[in-house]
T-cell receptor, first 110, second 112 residues
Framework: SQKIEQNSEALNIQEGKTATLTCNYT??????LQWYRQDPGRGPVFLLL?????KEKRKERLKVTFDTTLKQSLFHITASQPADSATYLC?????????FGSGTRLSIRP | DAGVIQSPRHEVTEMGQEVTLRCKPI?????LFWYRQTMMRGLELLIY????????DSGMPEDRFSAKMPNASFSTLKIQPSEPRDSAVYFC??????????FGQGTRLTVV
């Protein structure tokens, strides 16, 4: 069956450290993978998109990698701040549909 | 643009009543998605439209759910009759060329 798994339901790290979130998928062949941020009571907000032919993409303190052999994407936040605390969702495309993982709740403690 | 606009933000209704959720997508976007989010099941795609035409409604849980998009600037999701297990946050999202998706603030539905 098709699955998108975000391996950690919750992640707690110290401010200033790098947060690394994992997204694995099975039985999909996405052309691209996306990461979204969701704050309580709000809709998900798009952060980054990485295509299947791209290994890595960066945006300010964010970095995403995409390994189509391992069927895995890693999402890094460097120099993390308490304001980065939120739920992060990975998503991939499947025949024009955008399918989401269950999310990882990230908490950055001061 | 004001982004994707959903109404109402909160809806409390009694079991058996009809519920209609509304969405105004971002102008110019050609895809519109309806999602449902619960703690147990996460963010589930219910249905999506391309150029106002329903393309895939395989995520619609039952015949009690229906969605329409009469024009490029308006869509509705209707539940009739509503049941307590329909309680969730319903999101509408729109996009250009299918991705990425821009979400509305959601409608929190409570069926008692």
């Amino acid at each position: 069956s098709q699955k998108i798994e975000q391996n950690s339901e919750a992640l707690n790290i110290q401010e200033g450290k790098t947060a690394t979130l994992t997204c694995n998928y099975t039985n999909y062949s996405p052309a691209y993978l996306q990461w979204y941020r969701q704050d309580p009571g709000r809709g998900p907000v798009f952060l980054l998109l990485i295509r299947e032919n791209e290994k890595e993409k960066r945006k300010e303190r964010l970095k995403v990698t995409f390994d189509t052999t391992l069927k895995q994407s890693l999402f890094h936040i460097t120099a993390s701040q308490p304001a980065d605390s939120a739920t992060y969702l990975c998503a991939l495309d499947s025949a024009s549909k955008i399918i989401f993982g269950s999310g990882t709740r990230l908490s950055i403690r001061p | 643009d004001a982004g994707v606009i959903q109404s109402p933000r909160h809806e409390v209704t009694e079991m058996g009543q009809e519920v209609t959720l509304r969405c105004k997508p971002i102008s110019g976007h050609d895809y519109l998605f309806w999602y449902r989010q619960t703690m147990m099941r996460g963010l589930e795609l219910l249905i999506y439209f391309n150029n106002n035409v329903p393309i895939d409604d395989s995520g619609m849980p039952e015949d009690r759910f229906s969605a329409k998009m009469p024009n490029a600037s308006f869509s509705t999701l209707k539940i009739q009759p509503s049941e307590p297990r329909d309680s969730a946050v319903y999101f509408c999202a729109s996009s250009l060329y299918a991705t990425p998706a821009f979400f509305g603030q959601g409608t929190r539905l409570t069926v008692v």
